[in-house]
């Protein structure tokens, strides 16, 4: 393919300003409206645009699953002294198996590990759903 135009570089060899003015008009970043992607939002909004079309708004996905609040059961005897407890009323959704169990409980609560389950069940208790 031929060229039809020449670089302007070519045309300013040997003059050191190439057509800028001064040598230190063209030089740092205060020249081209800012380093980068700055301005992208103000001066060069057309580059948005043009260029870059999804530089602005949520991309991705998010995760619908929902977090469970959680406990252990080496918490059970701080949060109440009574045998029976309700999980499910206190705002509970899974039960685990962290810490150790001295006492026979009697739980209610949505979902619970099996060695939650086996530590309960050794001290005595049970869990029902």
Do not use: C, P, Q
């Not at 057309?46 to 469970?68: E, N, P």
């Not at 169990?101 to 069940?121: H, Y």
């Amino acid at each position: 393919m031929t060229v039809r135009f020449k670089k302007k570089v070519r045309k300013w060899r040997g003059g050191t300003s190439h057509g800028w003015g001064m040598k230190k008009k063209h030089r740092g970043g205060g020249s081209t409206g800012g380093r980068g992607f700055a301005g992208m939002h103000k001066h060069k909004y057309t580059l948005v645009t043009t260029r870059y079309t999804d530089w602005y708004g949520r991309h991705g996905f998010h995760s619908l699953k929902k977090k469970v609040n959680v406990i252990n059961a080496g918490d059970l005897e701080k949060i109440s002294r009574e045998n029976d407890i309700d999980l499910t009323k206190l705002g509970y959704g899974k039960l685990l198996s962290r810490g150790k169990v001295s006492k026979a409980f009697n739980i209610k609560v949505k979902s619970f590990t099996e060695k939650a389950k086996a530590k309960i069940e050794k001290a005595g208790g049970s869990i029902n759903k």
